[in-house]
């Protein structure tokens, strides 16, 4: 069975672009959680959606915003892109929005320059 | 803001010795999750402690909750080069719809 799966590896753009995260959940599994890892830190909670709703939010700018597809699949964006953005983005997903195991995709290295 | 501490930030030690990595915050938590992540590679869920006072074992790792649940230890025993990575400890409260999680400990294993 495949794992979380992210997409694009990795990117890079420059300050002011717009840029979409790619993610799609393990089979079955209905949440989809967004989390923003800063080289040398741990991983800071973005957003979660569960059955396509947003449950949870974490304290990002407007700029970052997310959905959660039919097919669970999701997608993060960010707009007006900062350097300070620069981070491994990573998904994960659950079976469901509450507690349990979060199994977490290689991740999206965004570099802006 | 719920924070949580982890030390030490960065660990280097000699293959078949032993190590302990904490975990520590003001905040109450549900429960508390470790988590191992390589480079290149998401975090791997090792364990997840509940209960005021859990121990959890895991072949050579040895996981304790604290009893007010604010803190964690994670003990490591004769360590391999293949424990090498970053370890995060993450609390989740209330409805636990969010990890908080520590800033990671880098531990390096030389053979």
Known sequence: ?113 | TQLLEQSPQFLSIQEGENLTVYCNSSSVFSSLQWYRQEPGEGPVLLVTVVTGGEVKKLKRLTFRFGDARKDSSLHITAAQPGDTGLYLCAGASGSARQLTFGSGTQLTVLP
Request: with cysteine.
């Open chain 1, 1 to 113: 069975d495949a794992g979380v799966t992210q997409s694009p590896t990795h990117l890079i753009k420059t300050r002011g672009q717009h840029v979409t995260l790619r993610c799609s959940p393990i089979s079955g599994h209905k949440s989809v959680s967004w989390y923003q890892q800063v080289l040398g830190q741990g991983p800071q909670f973005i957003f979660q959606y569960y059955e396509k709703e947003e449950r949870g939010r974490g304290n990002f700018p407007d700029r970052f915003s997310a959905r959660q597809f039919p097919n669970y699949s999701s997608e993060l964006n960010v707009n007006a892109l900062l350097l300070g953005d620069s981070a491994l983005y990573l998904c994960a997903s659950s079976w469901t929005g509450g507690g349990g195991e979060l199994f977490f995709g290689e991740g999206s290295r965004l570099t802006v320059l």
